[in-house]
């Protein structure tokens, strides 16, 4: 069982950045791969990206690649999003999710976290 707490949402202005964390608690939290979601109202889940239990492998999607990034910090049982250059586009519920392995579909993910809500205001 892995238990995951997202953190560090909240109200930025366009232009400015944001990081959020991911907290994961569980024997066997620091090998899982961990992925980022993020939904907006009346949209669809969109996969942002992914990093490996180990943080040797990490994968961005192409809509955020340019902007965000993914670390990990498995002594403090962390995953952090970096979020550079928001625009009102990014407000979303922010959400992380732990797999066995890099997963690419929110389907294949096993545990969630209960999200952290993003404003943007232009």
């Known amino acids: 069982q892995v238990e995951l707490v997202e953190s560090g949402g909240g109200l930025v202005q366009a232009g400015t950045s944001l990081k959020l964390s991911c907290l994961a608690s569980?024997?066997?939290?620091?090998?899982?791969?961990v992925g980022w979601f993020r939904q907006a109202p009346g949209k669809e889940r969109e996969f942002l990206g992914v990093i490996s239990y180990n943080g040797g492998f990490t994968y961005l999607s192409d809509s955020v690649k340019e902007r965000f990034s993914i670390s990990r910090d498995n002594a403090n049982n962390t995953v952090y999003l970096q979020m550079n250059s928001l625009n009102p586009k990014d407000a979303a519920v922010y959400y992380c999710a732990a797999a066995r392995g890099p997963r690419y579909t929110d389907v294949l993910y096993d545990f969630w976290g209960q999200g952290t809500q993003v404003t943007v205001a232009s």
């Open positions: 569980g024997r066997a939290a620091s090998g899982y791969a």
